[in-house]
């Protein structure tokens, strides 16, 4: 009888791992097992032990590479979601009446600042809020956290933040409410926060796992936005690294370029309607303010398409400017009076649904342009030849749609998204009769 029976338990043991009757080749030498009788001459164990070393090593490197680029994921989302948090504040933050008179996106910091909350006080939300005020600038007095255990953010209370736990008072007071709280957790604290948000506020979502008619239903409420985010490719995303905190990512132009909502080529894609959803946020702002649509439309020209823009002077070009029609149905447009606001726009319905301005959009190549180096410039003022324009081939109001929800191709707006877009100031006065 061969060696290999005569040890006993490991003929056994080597079958569980390769299998009855498998062969293994290594350096020219064929190792078989019996499955009858468990016979393996123990004198080829050593190329069997060597085969095994080496396929553990394997497993162990490419398990590293897996957790690698898991890192690299995580901490590229977190950058993505801060980024265009950021992004959107200042965007709202532009449109605040300023003596000015003129938008501008450069800091949060201002007279009539921004007043953000943030509930949930775990890794995401500790990010947000150092973002906000690192990369944002926003005052330290206008930004609050509502945490279950507001003594874990002694970090932030050093640096000025609120930081208490009452989501009710947070959501009375904020003008941006973010959610970072766990799925398993909003249906409670939607209940809560249901009664106290009211109108400008515009909850900013980053709980990925509840859409966006869930959140409407639970909140009973319509200026809700949801960016969804998508890792397309396999490769790490090596831009973001595994080390370092988000502030410091948002300070290089390669990682700012990266999150750039209107880059097709990007490792981690945003959907394309978040862009429509915080514009027309912007101009819910306006309208809250009662700022003439026209003066509305000025200041996002000022914004969008500055004076000298070297876009347009290297293609010897004039500069899209946007209308009353880039963002309401012609017929409407044809309505309103020089003095009239903008209506107030249902948000949720703007990244479910076509409206002029994801038509326009999809469309325009050259306004895409302007809102990437926009985007851009809200982080630094870096050197225009180091400011590159990403790739639109790829549209970016279809990249990722509500699990459930068809988008119309049709280029003319749908009868159901002319009504979106057009029937809301019955909305809009029968909130100001109740408020009155």
Known sequence: ??????????????????????????????????????????????????????FLAAEAVEGEEALLYLMRRCKGLAVSACAHAVFF????????????????????????????????????????????????????SSVRVSTRRPESLSHLQKLGLNCFYDNAQLAAWADVLFLCCLPSHTPSICSVVRPAIRKPCIV????????LPRLKQLLCYNAIVRPQYQCPGKEPTKEWGTKGAVTEALQ??????????????????VNGKWLVGIFYAALNSSMWQSLPHQEALALLNDLCFPEHCHICAEQKASCPQFTCESFVSKSFASSMTPEETFPWFDLTAAQ????????????????????????????????????????????????????????????????????????????????VSKSS
């Open 1 to 54: 009888m061969a060696a290999g029976a005569q040890r006993g338990t490991e003929p056994p043991q080597v079958e569980r791992w390769l299998g009855a009757g498998a062969g293994l080749r290594d350096g020219g030498h064929a190792l078989l097992l019996d499955p009858h009788c468990y016979c393996l001459s123990w004198a080829k164990m050593g190329d069997i032990e060597e085969v095994f070393a080496s």
């Open 89 to 140: 504040c200042r965007l709202l933050q532009a449109f605040r009446v300023s003596s000015s008179g003129k938008a501008l996106l450069t800091s949060l910091a201002d007279s009539h600042s921004l007043k953000v909350g943030i509930i949930g006080g775990g890794r995401l939300g500790k990010q947000l809020a150092r973002a906000l005020v690192t990369v944002g600038q926003a005052p330290c």
């Open 204 to 211: 900013y979502s980053l709980i990925t796992a509840v859409p």
């Open 252 to 269: 290089d132009l390669a990682v700012v370029q990266a999150t750039c909502p209107l880059n097709s080529q990007a490792k981690i894609k």
């Open 352 to 431: 479910l649904r076509e409206s002029p301005f994801s038509q326009l959009l999809e469309k325009s190549e050259s306004v895409q342009n302007h809102l990437a180096l926009l985007y851009q410039a809200s982080f630094g003022d870096w050197p225009v030849k180091q400011r590159v324009l990403t790739s639109t081939k790829t549209s970016p109001t279809l990249a990722i749609t509500e699990p459930g929800m068809m988008l119309v191709q049709d280029s003319s707006l749908s009868t159901a998204a002319s009504n979106v877009f057009s029937g809301i100031p019955e909305e809009t006065t029968d909130y």
